[in-house]
């Protein structure tokens, strides 16, 4: 025989959700989905990693950013790299400049930022290996939040050729 379980305009009762192990269960995964779509508050987009020819000790990966809330992309790491630093490339001058950012990078909330070519990027400099055309290359980006909660994304940027253009993303 069928149980029938009211449930009130407010919720579930107290009464309810212990005589039905389903209903609670069902609430716990829901309530545990729901926690892990605020934590993933930044997306990247159409990541990529420049390749490289033999003996090329550095390279750049290029992405848009987008943090809903708001934060800084504070550091980035890479199995295929000895070291993975935040950079700008910036005119001073007639001169252009390249720079780590330490302080991270301003992800302004629901603003994409376009790591590219030319501006910013992620350096991934001591490269272990040549990274060719068709390889994927891993690389986890921190994001700290506005609450000072850290984020950390897993990225699977393909590897394109040294002739990608620094104007990809056209709007």
Do not use: C
Not at 44 to 66: C, D, K, L, N, S
Not at 97 to 109: E, Q, S, T, V
Not at 111 to 127: A, F, N, S
Request: hydrophobic letters at 45%; charged letters at 20%.
């Amino acid at each position: 025989m069928n149980k029938v379980h009211r449930l009130s305009r407010d919720g579930p009762t107290a009464h309810t959700l212990h005589n039905n192990p389903m209903l609670k269960h069902s609430l716990s995964l829901l309530a545990a989905l729901q926690a892990l779509s605020v934590q993933a508050q930044t997306t990247v987009a159409e990541p990529w990693v420049r390749g490289t020819v033999a003996q090329q000790m550095a390279t750049g990966m290029f992405a848009r950013i987008t943090s809903v809330n708001g934060g800084k992309l504070v550091a980035a790491s890479s199995p295929v790299a000895g070291v993975v630093e935040i950079h700008e490339m910036a005119m001073q001058g007639s001169t252009m400049k390249m720079r780590a950012l330490p302080a991270g990078l301003d992800l302004p909330a629901g603003k994409v930022i376009e790591l590219k070519p030319g501006g910013y990027h992620v350096m991934l400099m001591d490269l272990k290996q040549q990274l060719k055309v068709g390889d994927t290359v891993p690389v986890t980006l921190v994001v700290e939040g506005v609450d000072k909660a850290r984020e950390t994304i897993e990225v699977k940027a393909p590897v394109k050729a040294l002739t990608t253009p620094s104007t990809q993303h056209k709007h």
